[in-house]
């Protein structure tokens, strides 16, 4: 099983631009997070799905950010437009089962960089 | 509101003195807390959950309702610890999303 799958691993994009960060979960599990990490901040939730049902996005810091999950095995992250606080590595995670115990597997990362 | 603080960003040991990564959190309820760890150029993976009470490459966290806390410990520090570590908590009732800490990178000095 190669995990958790994401894609692009790097993007530089600039300013004004849309951004569209994709996730294979691992096949099976219900549960799909995305995060941002920055320096000053750490790891931060954006959004979560079970079962392609977006649950909480209280994370998602703008408008300008959405994300989406049409199918069991893929989600998207989209930035539109891009700003260059943007900038930061995006995590895709996920598990099997809600009780609160179950470990997230987290993928390689996206690092996002808007000049 | 649920929080979890890690007040050292950065923490440097020399190879085999005992480290300590502290953690805190405050949250209403019984939390279920986890560390977990990002090695150089790897992805983040989990190290220990608190539920579990077991010891993970040397590695044991207590949790302390008392004062909140969930440090972790490791009694002789090797280099292949240097990593960024953070600190997690997740609610045992509802969904199970995860809040991190601001993590702490330690750095083994050989």
């Known amino acids: 099983d190669a995990g958790v799958i994401q894609s692009p691993r790097h993007e530089v994009t600039e300013m004004g631009q849309e951004v569209t960060l994709r996730c294979k979960p691992i096949?099976?599990?219900?549960?799909l997070f995305w995060y941002r990490q920055t320096m000053m901040r750490g790891l931060e939730l954006l959004i979560y799905?079970?079962?392609?049902?977006?649950?909480?996005d209280s994370g998602m810091p703008e408008d300008r950010f959405s994300a989406k999950m049409p199918n069991a095995s893929f989600s998207t992250l989209k930035i539109q437009p891009s700003e260059p606080r943007d900038s930061a590595v995006y995590f895709c995670?996920?598990?099997?089962?809600?009780?609160?115990?179950?470990?997230?597997?987290f993928g390689p990362g996206t690092r996002l960089l808007v000049l | 509101a649920q929080r979890v603080t890690q007040p050292e960003k950065l923490l440097s040991v020399f190879k085999g003195a005992p480290v300590e990564l502290k953690c805190n959190y405050s949250?209403?309820?019984?939390?279920?807390l986890f560390w977990y760890v990002q090695y150089s150029r790897q992805r983040l993976q989990l190290l220990l959950r608190?539920?579990s009470r077991e010891s993970i490459k040397g590695f044991t966290a207590d949790l302390n309702k008392g004062e909140t806390s969930f440090h972790l410990k490791k009694p002789f520090a090797q280099e292949e610890d240097s990593a960024m570590y953070y600190c997690a908590l997740t609610p045992l009732t509802g969904a199970n999303n995860l809040f991190f800490g601001t993590g702490t990178r330690l750095t083994v000095i050989p």
């Open positions: 608190h539920i």
């Open positions: 949250y209403s309820g019984s939390p279920e």
């Open positions: 096949s099976g599990h219900d549960y």
């Open positions: 799905f079970n079962n392609n049902v977006p649950i909480d």
């Open positions: 995670a996920s598990s099997f089962g809600g009780s609160g115990r179950e470990t997230q597997y």
